[in-house]
């Protein structure tokens, strides 16, 4: 079952993105919006700001969002994880996010 995280406009967010243990990088993107990266693997780092997140195998990144002030309340997107395997490496189907 998919968690449904509620998000109002204008407000910012912070989430914990980890790979809990593919055997390939997962490249994460939520929603087109740019992200801040505060800490990896636990340490906090220098912030910086990006529109994806790659994680390799057990590595954690946290990272705040703020939804724009002109998404309505109610709406919904995507928090999509894209894996790094190759398409002759089973995933033929073209079927690689969630």
């Known amino acids: 079952m998919r968690e449904v995280v509620p998000v109002s406009p204008g407000k910012t967010y912070k989430f914990r993105l980890m790979n809990g243990g ?23 780092v220098e912030p910086v700001v990006v529109n994806e997140v790659f994680l390799h195998t057990a590595e954690r990144f946290d990272v705040e969002i703020t939804i724009p002030n002109d998404w309505v309340e109610g709406d919904s997107f995507w928090i999509r994880a894209d894996s790094t395997e190759s398409f002759y490496q089973g995933y033929q189907n073209g079927i690689r996010s969630i």
């Open 22 to 44: 593919a055997h390939y990088g997962l490249r994460i993107n939520i929603a087109d919006l740019n992200m801040t990266i505060l800490a990896a693997d636990s340490e906090s």
